[in-house]
């Protein structure tokens, strides 16, 4: 199975500055036929089921506020907050869907210094 | 909109079998496999396989396979998830997401405990 490896496990930044968690896949999710990253990143606060944040590796879900930016290609990915918000508290996943069996990073928490 | 509707908790004894439904309205309950996909307390999230809702085709993880089936009734556009010979460690809270190659939307989750 592809793994998944996220940094930070957690980590803790001020209201207002940037967080930035990274997501090492162990084999590329890169299709060259479409130049397409297999790869998103989903967000879940406490008793809810995970949200979508960004798909195709850079592709903001609609809804999404743009502070979220996602990058990367290949192996190694980055989800950027770029201005903490209270409500951005949660665990974020990265999950890749190019293998099977989809696999996910083990998440990374993000709390407010 | 799209809504996924799971059902309830269960708790079930080691040995026994739970069987998760999810009701999805909408859309074109054909038109995009689903995934079940869980997480144990605490835990990450585990992807257990899927159906193709049109023809009831499936794909289960090799982690589960022989343990779980899943299927569908395309007259109430739900799918299930069943998982035999529960253990322990099968407790988790129970997903279901619908696939548009990523994991668009999800249901609510169903928590299953296995406890003797």
């Known amino acids: 199975d592809i793994v998944m490896t996220q940094s930070p496990d957690s980590l803790a930044v001020s209201l207002g500055e940037r967080a930035t968690i990274n997501c090492k896949s162990s084999?590329?999710?890169?299709?060259?036929?479409?130049?397409?990253?297999?790869f998103a990143w989903y967000q879940q606060k406490p008793g809810q089921p995970p949200k979508l944040l960004i798909y195709?590796?850079?592709t903001r879900e609609s809804g999404v506020p743009d502070r979220f930016s996602g990058s990367g290609s290949g192996t190694d990915f980055t989800l950027t907050i770029s201005s903490l918000q209270a409500e951005d508290v949660a665990v974020y996943y990265c999950?890749?869907?190019?293998?099977?069996?989809?696999?996910f990073g083990q998440g990374t928490k993000v709390e407010i210094k | 909109q799209v809504q996924l509707v799971q059902s309830g908790a269960e708790v079930k004894k080691p040995g026994a079998s739970v069987k998760v439904s999810c009701k999805a309205s909408?859309?074109?309950?054909?038109?995009?496999?689903m995934h079940w996909v869980r997480q144990a307390p605490g835990q990450g999230l585990e992807c257990m396989g899927w159906?193709?809702?049109?023809?009831?085709?499936?794909n289960y993880a090799q982690k589960f396979q022989g343990r779980v089936t899943m299927t569908r009734d395309t007259s109430i556009s739900t799918v299930y998830m069943e998982l035999s010979r529960l253990r322990s460690d099968d407790t988790a809270v129970y997903y279901c997401?619908?696939?548009?190659?990523?994991?668009?939307?999800w249901g609510q989750g169903t928590l299953v405990t296995v406890s003797s």
């Open positions: 997401a619908r696939e548009n190659d990523y994991y668009e939307f």
């Open positions: 909408g859309y074109t309950f054909t038109d995009y496999y």
């Open positions: 159906i193709n809702p049109k023809n009831g085709g499936t």
């Open positions: 084999q590329s999710v890169l299709y060259s036929s479409n130049n397409k990253n297999y």
């Open positions: 195709w590796a850079s």
């Open positions: 999950e890749q869907y190019y293998y099977t069996p989809r696999t």
